[in-house]
Structure formats: structure tokens, C-alpha cells
T-cell receptor, first 116, second 111 residues
Framework: GAGVSQSPRYKVAKRGQDVALRCDPISGHVSLFWYQQALGQGPEFLTYFQNEAQLDKSGLPSDRFFAERPEGSVSTLKIQRTQQEDSAVYLC??????????????FGPGTRLLVL | RKEVEQDPGPFNVPEGATVAFNCTYSNSASQSFFWYRQDCRKEPKLLMSVYSSGNEDGRFTAQLNRASQYISLLIRDSKLSDSATYLCVVNVSGATNKLIFGTGTLLAVQP
């Protein structure tokens, strides 16, 4: 079946531009996560949705970062007034349920953002 | 101090070698433990979960020591296709189920 998809796969933005990154989770998956992976580092948690509710946004680095999942399926991560330090791979992951710490998270291919 | 610490490597080993990766975590409330594999410019994929009793999947063996807050991964008879970054991952108890990743250990298996 179809996995998690993300678009665009690559994005080049000029400093100060706004960008929007899209995630299509696996159909029916309740939980959706966004992670940021800088070069040479492991992914770092940004935010979590359970259906359409954003239950945890503790990882968002600044108020320039905003995420939504209005209908409980597709999610968009928006970054306003991009800065060079925002350059990273943005990974989306989904999992079927909300409970159980052993739940497998399935990752999308990521959006590689480069801010010039 | 990072919540999950790993030796970044690289580990350069010949085909057929046995290689071990170690990882420590700082949060004693961590509930679940995993090894993920990430190929160059690809997304992380679950390699295996790690249980206190230890678990094995083919050539891969994972161990967890809760008292020492230490996780290990052993790869036997390494193949060229094992070349990748291996990410140590923990899930701290709580409502979110967010994953905390280590920096990753780069393995290069050489012919």
C-alpha cells in the first residue's frame, strides 16, 4: 500500500520567504508527527497531531513555525520568514493509533529545505 | 547533554565482520527502545525494537540494560548492504509517543 508521502521533495527558498511543506500520512493513521533533521544529526521532534488536534508543539523552534492538520489527514508545516538555520530535512511520520509506546512510526521521504 | 548519545563513527569494517554499536540514554522514564536504519538521503526505517530480555532478528541482536540506561546493537557477518547510519531511538513515557533520536552511527562495510 501507499506509504507516507511528502511534497515538495526539495525546496530552495530565499531568506525571508515563507514556505509550506505537505505531508500525506498513511490512510487511516491517527497519529502524525513532524521532525527536523539537520545535516549530520538525528531527527528532532517538532510537533504531534492526534487526528486534527495538535497535542504537542513543544519542539517547534520559534513562532515562525506553524503546523496544521485541519481534517485529520493531510498536514502542512509552514515556516514564515525563513532563516538560514531552518535549512534541514523535514520528516513527517504517521502511526496507526494513539496509544502504545511500541507503535511503529512510518516515515515519509522528507522535504529537503535549503534557505539561501 | 543530549538525551540519547551514540558514537557517530564512522565504523569501517570488512565484509563478514561482527560490529557492535552502543548507545546511552539519560531519561530514566524512557519506556520503549528502537534501532532505526537510515540510508544516505533516505528516511529512517525501523530495524528492530529492543526489549529487556534481548532480541534477535537474523544477523542482528539488540540488548537493553535499564539499570545502566544502555542499548546495544550487534551485527554479525556484515554485508555490503548493511552500510548505513544506525539511529538509537527512545520513546519517553507520556501522551505524545514522540521519538528521541541519537545522532546516529555511520557504518561502512568494505569489500
Amino acid at each position: 500500500g501507499a506509504g507516507v508521502s511528502q511534497s515538495p521533495r526539495y525546496k530552495v527558498a530565499k531568506r525571508g520567504q515563507d514556505v509550506a511543506l505537505r505531508c500525506d500520512p498513511i490512510s487511516g493513521h491517527v497519529s502524525l508527527f513532524w521532525y527536523q533533521q539537520a545535516l549530520g544529526q538525528g531527527p528532532e521532534f517538532l510537533t504531534y497531531f492526534q487526528n486534527e488536534a495538535q497535542l504537542d508543539k513543544s519542539g517547534l523552534p520559534s513562532d515562525r513555525f506553524f503546523a496544521e492538520r485541519p481534517e485529520g489527514s493531510v498536514s502542512t508545516l509552514k515556516i514564515q520568514r525563513t532563516q538560514q538555520e531552518d535549512s534541514a530535512v523535514y520528516l513527517c511520520a504517521s502511526s496507526p493509533r494513539t496509544t502504545g509506546s511500541q507503535e511503529t512510526q512510518y516515515f515519509g521521504p522528507g522535504t529537503r529545505l535549503l534557505v539561501l | 547533554r543530549k538525551e540519547v548519545e551514540q558514537d557517530p563513527g564512522p565504523f569501517n569494517v570488512p565484509e563478514g565482520a561482527t560490529v557492535a554499536f552502543n548507545c546511552t540514554y539519560s531519561n530514566s522514564a524512557s519506556q520503549s527502545f528502537f534501532w532505526y536504519r537510515q540510508d544516505c538521503r533516505k528516511e529512517p526505517k525501523l530495524l528492530m525494537s529492543v526489549y529487556s530480555s534481548g532480541n534477535e532478528d537474523g544477523r542482528f541482536t539488540a540488548q537493553l540494560n535499564r539499570a545502566s540506561q544502555y542499548i546495544s546493537l550487534l551485527i554479525r557477518d556484515s554485508k555490503l548492504s548493511d552500510s548505513a547510519t544506525y539511529l538509537c531511538v527512545v520513546n519517553v513515557s507520556g501522551a505524545t509517543n514522540k521519538l528521541i533520536f541519537g545522532t546516529g552511527t555511520l557504518l561502512a562495510v568494505q569489500p
